[in-house]
């Protein structure tokens, strides 16, 4: 089935500097979705990439959709404590059933 | 926009009891649902999803059922829990039969002893 892997696992990064998670899907994607879980929170929303090559631009947070759409990359630019937490990326599995099938995560640590 | 419920919110079971864990969407009609587990410091693992009433697909076997009696309420079940069970369990909702953002409700941590 599709598989959809996240790198690094975790991250350690003083505050100021800059952080990229990358993720990458055994399957083309029709879309692919980032999601933010605070500590002890639930998986929020961020942004959805649809166009191949596409790049959205959230404050300090851009997101790119590889031209081949099966990876994507979030980078965030002079991390803040605000943005510890972990970051999931998501695809819909080929069928288009609407389901979502997540990476496993990339745990961020911003030390201040 | 949607409102997602969850209950119970938090929970300690012992090994081989029942389990129920519900949750209520607002705010949309015909939604797609789901039920996410999360094991502590893992990613997402997708356990069933709905897009209507008593359709239920089931991704990864184990003795845990769902049910949604309702266009809005999903349920998740169990006769008897596994130690292996603990976990944060997410309730999410999309908007009917799209390809859009989800919507997690706050979840539910169980932990079976």
């Known amino acids: 089935g599709q598989q959809v892997m996240q790198i690094p696992q975790y991250q350690h990064v003083q505050e100021g500097e800059d952080f990229t998670t990358y993720c990458n899907s055994s399957?083309?994607?029709?879309?692919i979705q980032w999601y933010k879980q605070r500590p002890g929170g639930h998986p929020v929303f961020l942004i959805q990439?649809?166009?191949?090559?596409e790049v959205k631009k959230q404050k300090r947070l851009t997101f790119q959709f590889g031209e081949a759409k099966k990876n994507s990359s979030l980078h965030i630019t002079a991390t803040q404590t605000t943005d510890v937490g972990t970051y999931f990326c998501?695809?819909?599995?080929?069928?288009?059933?609407?389901?979502?099938?997540f990476g496993q995560g990339t745990t961020l640590q911003v030390k201040p | 926009s949607q409102t997602i419920h969850q209950w119970p919110a938090t929970l300690v079971q012992p090994v081989g009891s029942p389990l129920s864990l519900e949750c209520t969407v607002e705010g949309t009609s015909n939604p797609n649902l789901y039920w996410y587990r999360q094991a502590a410091g893992r990613g997402l693992q997708l356990l069933f999803y709905?897009?209507?009433?008593?359709?239920i697909s089931s991704e990864v076997p184990q003795n845990l059922s769902a049910s949604r009696p309702q266009d809005r309420q999903f349920i998740l079940s169990s006769k008897k829990l596994l130690l292996s069970d603990s976990g944060f369990y997410l309730c999410?909702?999309?908007?009917?039969?799209?390809?859009?953002?989800?919507?997690f409700g706050e979840g539910s941590r169980l932990t079976v002893l």
């Open positions: 998501a695809g819909p599995p080929p069928g288009n059933t609407g389901k979502l099938i």
């Open positions: 709905s897009v209507g009433i008593g359709q």
């Open positions: 999410a909702c999309q908007k009917g039969q799209g390809t859009g953002e989800l919507f």
């Open positions: 399957t083309t994607l029709s879309n």
């Open positions: 990439l649809v166009k191949s090559g």
